[in-house]
């Protein structure tokens, strides 16, 4: 969405299509995968003790959660809610910022700058606790909700309409499933973090959380941590795009 607004993209239908097809059949590969990853592992020569070690840790982190209660419940909404408001004010606030008359970062893009900005800075605060109440979980439902609004604009005919995209989006993915089983070649990556890095770079925060899971039941909280990295990397990464494109374009 943020993208959309700075590059000025009206119609996402054929975008959300195709990254529905694309996106989620490698998902369903990734997890037919999931029951080779012992062989994977020893192909590339994979050391996995220390990828067991983080699965036991994460099994006794799992056991000191607390039950949602309404009153947290209540307060963790409120303090997203609230933070939403204030980060879209914020941004309706500060200018625009162009580059030979294009606008890269828009006022909704602001937006989700400062809200991802904000999220981070406050991970290493004592407002982490609240993970132990649930917070994710809520996080969760608030994403899928996001995800169903969005998905809701996509047009399975506008792929008809625009093969290209279908075509654009099939080589994009094959260049990426190159370059990642030879990265995992070469640096020895176990299957886990090969699927999971993979559906939280292609996916996103809903589906790298379940191929994490797929794998290792105890380790997806690593899928969404590498997601919500992704999201981080991709918002500064795909304006940094528009900007060099926009030069480009203009040049």
Known sequence: VAIQESVGLRDLGPIIVVDTVVGYGWMGILLFLAGYQQRFNRWVGADTSAMDRVDETLKQLDQTRRPLSIETGAIILGMGIAAAVLARVLGSGLPPLSIQGQTIISGGTWAVLIAVTAGLALSFTPMRKLEADGASRIGYVALYL?????????????????????????????????????????????????????????????????????????????????AVAGYVLGIYAALGCAAMLSVLAGG
């Open 146 to 226: 996001l995800l169903t609004s969005i998905g809701a604009q996509g047009d399975l005919g506008a792929v008809a309409e625009a093969p290209f995209y279908l075509l654009a989006g099939v080589i994009w993915l094959s260049v990426h499933i190159a370059l990642l089983f030879l990265a995992a070649k070469l640096l020895k990556a176990p299957l886990f973090f090969v699927a999971t890095g993979s559906m939280a770079n292609v996916g996103g925060a809903a589906s790298a959380p379940i191929v994490a899971g797929v794998y290792h039941p105890a380790m997806a909280p690593v899928g969404l941590l590498m």
